[in-house]
């Protein structure tokens, strides 16, 4: 039973007293009340009048547009939500709609499920499909605790809970990476039950994904290490790495020296080697789904080297007294990261940008009318879907010539590990920067910020109006690759 007592005095501070109970009630004897349990606990949510208002002519423009019309409402919006009266306000909508008329769409960031909010409200008994966003931008890395979407929808089911959930799914901005997690939630609709191991059935899967009728010990061990890891941890929605974001580096990947890996990432690179190892086994040429799982998780390892290489080289730039050869040595190993991941992605064509920006100049199909002005070069409706396709990818608002920094907003929000991408935007940068970072230590000062933000948004301009050709095929063989790139960094890992 929930406690909503509280402490009492009256109106001169005197005649403390503490008060229990299990029902909310006005004070007999008007003491000012100090309520020390949860308020949403002990108080009943009601309707905003204003609100329900609203709710109740938003309904009546669907209705008559279509009597059988249900209001479906994107649960983002309250994700941030938590207090009393922003309960009252989604409750007011839900009230003001017929019984079954009003689902949300259960968006929590992970699976959490925001039906649990304010006491398990389950959304005042409206009806919900609960998803788990997972992924803005369609960024990549390896994430998404298994555990946990393991328990939609039974959480919300009888005999664990009494809700009127009626649906489950995801949510995210592109579904192009992590297959294993999406493959999960959506076999969640042929199942009566959570998955009693998780770590057996994602092993039969790959055995079956890899077209294997026997048991391969290094595709056991390479899963059961991956569930135990990247799969047993969410992580941001977006890229958290130093690949497309200078001087970010994930806090669960390394130790405090930069250099030493967290049992989380040993377990990945493990995976990774096992893997490898796998790759002599496997019919040849080897399929895209293995294929895709071996470079996704080399890329993965080689995304978090990427973030203390990023970290050291902002931190010689930011030095408070620069050093010309700690930019040049730090600058050109962060480059050097990011071109080897680019030639890793390479060789799968999941991870290639030439098809998209291919698609983007298809698209365009026999218009004629999509000349930008201000972008000069941007003068026929196939430059024009490619330039809005690379803007995308990088600076999300477009970055007029001569500007002085890229415009604000989300910047690199819909990054990609993508092969041409990495080497020739994210690297290229990095390179850009270091020979002016050094240059002007050399002459004993810090480039500037205003320096700095010219060379990105000049970066930025070139990259996206160009309209040079990429690779639509991997060019190089994926398991010799693999096997250069993990000689190469293995080093970092002899801890593990």
């Known amino acids: 039973m929930i406690d909503c007592g509280g402490i009492t005095t009256n109106s001169a501070g005197a005649d403390i007293q503490i008060r229990a109970g299990n029902k909310p009630a006005a004070s007999p004897t008007h003491e000012i009340s100090y309520q020390i349990t949860n308020d949403l606990d002990c108080h009943v949510i009601t309707d905003d009048p204003s609100w329900t208002a609203r709710g109740a002519a938003a309904y009546m423009g669907l209705n008559r547009t279509d009597p059988e019309a249900i209001w479906s409402f994107q649960g983002w919006a309250f994700v941030g939500w938590s207090s009393a009266k922003q309960a009252s306000n989604l409750r007011s909508f839900i009230d003001a709609t017929p019984k079954g008329k009003f689902n949300v769409i259960d968006m929590s960031v992970n699976g959490e499920g925001e039906w649990k909010k304010w006491n398990n409200a389950s959304f005042w008994g409206a009806n919900f499909v609960w998803t788990t966003l997972h992924d803005f931008g369609?960024?990549?890395?390896?994430?998404?605790?298994?555990?946990?979407?393991n328990r939609i929808p039974f959480d919300a089911m009888?005999?664990?809970?009494?809700?009127?959930?009626?649906?489950?799914?995801?949510?995210?901005?592109?579904?192009?990476?992590?297959?294993?997690?999406?493959?999960?939630?959506?076999?969640?609709?042929?199942?009566?039950?959570?998955?009693?191991?998780?770590?057996?059935?994602?092993?039969?899967?790959?055995h079956r994904r890899y077209g294997l009728v026997e048991e391969d010990s290094a595709v056991t061990t390479a899963w059961s290490l991956l569930v135990e890891s990247a799969y047993a941890q969410d992580l941001s929605v977006q890229d958290g790495t130093g690949v497309a974001h200078i001087g970010d580096n994930e806090g669960w990947a390394w130790g405090t020296d930069r250099h030493t890996p967290s049992a989380t990432l040993c377990k990945i690179y493990?995976?990774?080697?096992?893997?490898?190892?796998?790759?002599?086994?496997?019919?040849?040429?080897?399929?895209?789904?293995?294929?895709?799982?071996?470079?996704?998780?080399?890329?993965?390892?080689?995304?978090?080297?990427?973030?203390?290489?990023?970290?050291?080289?902002?931190?010689?730039?930011?030095?408070?007294?620069?050093?010309?050869?700690?930019?040049?040595?730090?600058?050109?190993?962060?480059?050097?990261?990011?071109?080897?991941?680019?030639?890793?992605?390479?060789?799968?064509?999941?991870?290639?940008?030439?098809?998209?920006?291919?698609?983007?100049?298809?698209?365009?199909?026999?218009?004629?009318?999509?000349?930008?002005?201000?972008?000069?070069?941007?003068?026929?409706?196939?430059?024009?879907?490619?330039?809005?396709?690379?803007?995308?990818?990088?600076?999300?608002?477009?970055?007029?010539?001569?500007?002085?920094?890229?415009?604000?907003?989300?910047?690199?929000?819909?990054?990609?590990?993508?092969?041409?991408?990495?080497?020739?935007?994210y690297a290229e940068r990095v390179r850009l920067l270091t020979a002016q970072a050094a240059k002007d230590a050399a002459n004993g000062k810090a480039t500037t910020k205003a320096v700095s933000d010219q060379i990105k948004a000049d970066h930025a301009y070139a990259w996206t109006t160009a309209t040079n050709d990429y690779p639509t095929t991997p060019t190089q063989d994926a398991v010799a690759v693999s096997k250069q790139m993990q000689a190469k960094y293995e080093h970092y890992f002899t801890t593990c």
């Not at 369609?138 to 979407?149: A, N």
């Not at 592109?174 to 999406?182: H, K």
């Not at 809005?388 to 002085?404: D, E, F, G, K, Y």
């Open 138 to 149: 369609g960024t990549d890395g390896l994430k998404g605790d298994l555990s946990r979407i």
């Open 270 to 425: 493990n995976a990774w080697t096992s893997l490898i190892d796998v790759s002599s086994r496997v019919a040849h040429p080897i399929s895209e789904p293995f294929r895709y799982d071996l470079i996704n998780t080399g890329r993965e390892v080689l995304a978090q080297v990427a973030g203390p290489a990023g970290v050291n080289f902002t931190t010689a730039l930011g030095a408070k007294t620069v050093n010309a050869d700690d930019i040049s040595t730090t600058g050109k190993y962060y480059a050097e990261v990011l071109d080897d991941i680019d030639t890793l992605v390479g060789t799968d064509t999941a991870f290639l940008l030439g098809p998209w920006i291919e698609m983007a100049r298809d698209f365009a199909g026999n218009n004629t009318d999509c000349a930008v002005p201000s972008y000069p070069t941007v003068t026929t409706c196939r430059a024009f879907y490619e330039w809005n396709a690379r803007v995308q990818l990088t600076s999300w608002n477009p970055t007029p010539h001569n500007a002085a920094a890229v415009p604000g907003g989300p910047i690199d929000y819909a990054s990609k590990h993508w092969s041409g991408l990495i080497s020739d935007y």
């Open 158 to 206: 009888a005999p664990t809970a009494e809700t009127n959930v009626w649906g489950t799914g995801f949510t995210p901005e592109g579904i192009d990476q992590n297959p294993v997690y999406y493959e999960y939630m959506l076999d969640v609709n042929i199942r009566e039950a959570p998955i009693d191991n998780i770590t057996t059935h994602i092993v039969q899967r790959s």
